[in-house]
């Protein structure tokens, strides 16, 4: 069991940062791939960033690459989500979710149904 807990949410101005940080609750976390989705009012769940159990790969949608960065520190059971130049449109809850890896290393292609695990997700509203 997976047990995910995120914090960081708020409210920012268009332009603006936010750094989204997702706490685990294992004693196997170097065995799960984290990614980071979203839902908007009204849309269906997306997924923003994904990396792998390792760390050493991850994978962006295309409307967040070069703005959003994924990493992890598996010594803490921590990952992060920095989130630069926020637009409106970035507005939504986040939710971390976990995928167990059962061998090497391996990050999925971070859509939702790939996920075993999920936290109960926080708001981000970009508004001015």
């Known amino acids: 069991q997976l047990q995910l807990v995120e914090s960081g949410g708020g409210l920012v101005q268009p332009g603006g940062s936010l750094r989204l940080s997702c706490a685990a609750a294992t004693n196997t976390f170097k065995y799960y791939a984290i990614g980071w989705f979203r839902q908007a009012p009204g849309k269906e769940r997306e997924g923003v960033s994904c990396?792998?159990?390792?760390?050493?790969?991850?994978n962006y949608a295309d409307s967040v690459k070069g703005r959003f960065t994924i990493s992890r520190d598996n010594a803490n059971n921590m990952v992060y989500l920095q989130m630069n130049s926020l637009k409106p449109e970035d507005t939504g809850i986040y939710y971390c979710?976990?995928?167990?890896?059962?061998?090497?290393?391996?990050?999925?292609?971070?859509?939702?149904?790939?996920?075993?695990?999920w936290g109960k997700g926080i708001l981000v509203t970009v508004s001015s």
């Open positions: 990396i792998s159990n390792t760390g050493g790969r991850t």
């Open positions: 979710a976990g995928k167990t890896v059962y061998g090497g290393t391996y990050v999925p292609e971070c859509r939702p149904g790939d996920m075993d695990y």
